[in-house]
């Protein structure tokens, strides 16, 4: 898999991000949050030019790549300062169990750069950086005042919303469509892990895959879904990753963020799971949500804040 160079010229820069803890946010910028771990905010509306430097970095498969480039945005270190990029590349790397990057969330989430604060979430990323022996996580727990084990778990989502669970197991497919799917998932605010796992369960990467219900393609839409997000040729393997991703991301967005009801939507249709008020009881359903949620690493993808236990 190929990785991401951070530019020798910006090594004097990003050292200096490393020891300080950075600029504040500009007065005009309103709040970010992430509403979402498997989705976030790389791209900011359809007219947005796609940022490369981003987009290269989230394919990255080196969480110290990754957090050093989360660094870069949360500091405005040779890019423009995004919080929400800053975000989105922490979380994965603290998914594959980076303890700088835990810390950074914990970070920002303590002291409300670019995002609310949010002392109990900031605890519960100090803890799990505690738990990988960072030198400054112990310390900054004691300025949080927590004594006790934090009731929230670490997430990379807002406080009274869908906590949806970071991917904690990256997705290890290479070739041609892996290196499309990160090119692309960005785009559609997806974690590209996610997009690979469903790519894997709908047709075991196979363009030319053709179900008995008419699904076709690597993401296995049948026509009218096809239609419905303008998608001419089932067959071409960009066109149909996009088809599928923007239906992914629109079932993300209609059942806020929720993991097993948006995959659920995706195998049954979201009728469906209206419907039920939930996964449907079908037995291919259930195997579908399941079986994704375990090739990600997620033994639970959607516990709301209030239901935790300590």
Partial sequence: MRTTNIPSLLAAGLLF??????????????????????????????????????????????????????????????????????????????????????????????????????????????????KGRHALAATQLKLLKVKAEPRRKPSCAPAGGVDTRIVLRPHPATGEIAKLVHSLAPNYRLDPSLVLAVVEVESNFNPQARSPKDAQGLMQLIPATAERFGVADVWDPEQN?????????????????????????????????EKHGGVPPYEETQAYVARILRRLGIEEATVKPDQETS
């Fill in 17 to 130: 991000a490393l020891l300080s803890p950075g600029p504040t946010q500009a007065a005009d910028r309103g709040p970010v949050t992430v509403k979402d771990a498997l989705g976030s905010s790389a791209a900011k509306g359809g007219d947005a030019k796609p940022d490369k430097v981003f987009t290269e970095a989230m394919r990255s498969q080196d969480p110290h790549l990754l957090t050093a480039s989360g660094q870069r945005y949360e500091n405005g270190v040779g890019v423009a300062q995004d919080v929400d990029k800053a975000l989105k590349l922490y979380c994965r790397a603290a998914g594959m169990g980076d303890v700088d990057a835990q810390y950074r969330l914990g970070h920002i989430h303590a002291h409300g750069r670019g995002v609310k604060r949010d002392p109990e979430l900031a605890a519960a990323w100090f803890a799990e950086a505690v």
């Fill in 241 to 273: 990753l996009k088809g599928g991703m923007a239906y992914l991301r629109w079932l993300l967005d209609r059942f806020e963020g929720d993991l097993k009801l948006a995959l659920a939507g995706y195998n049954a249709g979201e009728g469906a799971v």
